[in-house]
């Protein structure tokens, strides 16, 4: 087999029609670290043994593979090791990555399906590109999926053959300058990597034919087989009889996904670079392009949409007084009301450490909801100490003078002051030396605390982690 195929062979050979698509799809990430997500199954076997075989043809390093044992049946842990032989064969280098897939009211599919992706984001550094083998048979399970669920354009616009994958926090980031009165922006951009699904354009049958032809033995999920689960009882139920009566769903259904996408993007090029938190003034007017408006917001965060009950719920709380605990909640999300602007918040968020001990600046301090960090700077933040700082969080009735002001505050009133949510007061690390309170990392120094006029201080930063 050649390295590229013609339309030609395309044609009459099926490993060569994939390879074809590959290239198609290849082309604007040649110089990226490819690495192909690998179930172990028919799809996923295909695009790794093309890709790697195209790879070597053209004197490229080999693709990685990665697999997700989500930990859900007793041989998950042997097909592994399975696909670790098969990669072998292929001289791919293998990772798993082990997972416990938390159980929600959203059901077991789409909490295995979170859980995956976050092993996804934390597996790839900036400039990969994880190669998935969705096909336009899932695409179109994908769309009637949630066309039975209710969704808008943005739903039915299916899967994109390319986004973005990042590890972005959301809610408020609380990172900044540890200088009198001031909270500064986010420090530092999260990682970011991409997603392609070179084979979408292709059909199962076609998968099925050239993994016939390069004879892959293939382990299949035994729970791709229940019915209770609603993609299956569409793809083994539901679809075969559309087939019958309309051959070419797959295409109208591919046809009407490209159509949403494309209004979407038309949309989103109108209203513009999405804010982090969505300003309620910005809300006012019709209802209509008032849940536009927050639909959009919330996609730009990569957060789903919520249904249409808490869509309206959310634009019905707008109009709060401030000071009220407005909290609207939809799948693992919170949508929050805080200084006139919309906060949203992960529902489920990494837990405070029980005893999270001491630092010494300049190592970072990694607390598991986050991460310290302190830059050297002169005449400015905290002054350089011997001794490590004591890592607190609050417990109720702490004060502190921020430096070049009078007298001490309660820290409620500074962090209302510096336009901290209340649910992140609790989690801001409080640092202390001999039992007095220094600074709050990235907002305040504490008066007498501060580094003097041309000597060397810390700026200490605060990354929260969700």
Not at 80 to 106: H, I, N, Q, T, Y
């Amino acid at each position: 087999m050649s390295a590229w195929p013609d339309a030609a062979a395309a044609a009459a050979d099926p490993v060569a029609l994939v390879a074809r698509e590959l290239r198609a799809r290849l082309m604007g990430v040649a110089h990226a670290r490819r690495i192909v997500a690998c179930s172990g199954g028919l799809d996923s076997s295909v695009l790794l043994t093309v890709l790697a075989r195209l790879h070597a043809a053209e004197g490229m390093a080999p693709p990685r593979a990665l697999h997700v044992d989500h930990g859900l049946q007793a041989a998950s842990a042997d097909w592994a090791e399975a696909l670790r032989a098969r990669c072998a064969s292929l001289g791919v280098p293998f990772e798993v990555r082990k997972v416990v897939v938390e159980r929600s009211d959203a059901g077991l599919e789409a909490d295995a399906r979170l859980a995956r992706y976050a092993a996804f984001a934390d597996a790839l550094g900036n400039g990969d590109t994880l190669l998935l083998a969705h096909h336009r048979d899932d695409q179109a399970e994908t769309v009637l999926l949630r066309l039975l669920r209710g969704a808008g354009p943005a739903g039915l616009s299916g899967m994109p053959m390319r986004r973005a994958l990042g590890r972005a926090s959301l809610g408020r980031a609380s990172p900044g300058r540890a200088s009198p009165g001031r909270a500064s922006p986010g420090r530092g951009a999260p990682a970011r990597s991409e997603i392609l699904r070179p084979l979408l354009d292709l059909e199962r049958r076609e998968l099925i034919a050239a993994a016939r032809a390069l004879e892959l033995e293939v382990s299949e999920d035994p729970s791709n087989a229940l019915m209770h689960h609603d993609r299956n009882y569409l793809r083994h139920t539901v679809l075969p009889a559309l087939e019958q009566r309309w051959p070419g769903y797959r295409q109208t259904f591919a046809r009407a996904a490209s159509a949403c996408a494309e209004q979407e993007r038309a949309l989103a090029d109108l209203l513009g670079p999405q804010p982090t938190t969505l300003p309620v003034a910005e809300l006012a007017g019709a209802p209509e392009l008032a849940a536009v408006r927050v639909r959009h917001w919330l996609a730009a965060l990569g957060v789903p949409a919520p249904g249409r009950t808490q869509l309206m719920e959310i634009l019905a709380q707008k109009d709060a007084r401030d000071g009220a605990m407005v909290c609207i909640e939809f799948d693992r999300w919170q949508v929050r009301r805080f200084a006139g602007a919309l906060h949203a918040v992960p529902r489920s968020r990494p837990p405070l450490p029980v005893a999270p001990g001491f630092w010494q600046p300049p190592a970072p301090k990694d607390l598991g909801h986050g991460q310290l960090q302190a830059e050297p700077t002169l005449g400015a933040g905290l002054m350089r100490l011997d001794e490590p700082l004591e890592i607190r969080f609050r417990s109720g009735g702490e004060r502190l003078r921020p430096a070049g002001r009078a007298g001490h505050r309660p820290l409620k009133d500074l962090f209302q002051e510096a336009g901290v949510p209340p649910w992140e007061r609790d989690r801001l690390p409080l640092l202390w030396v001999a039992g007095e309170l220094v600074a709050v990392a990235g907002l305040y120094v504490a008066e007498g605390w501060q580094a003097p006029p041309e000597t060397p201080g810390w700026h200490l930063f605060w990354t929260p982690v969700d």
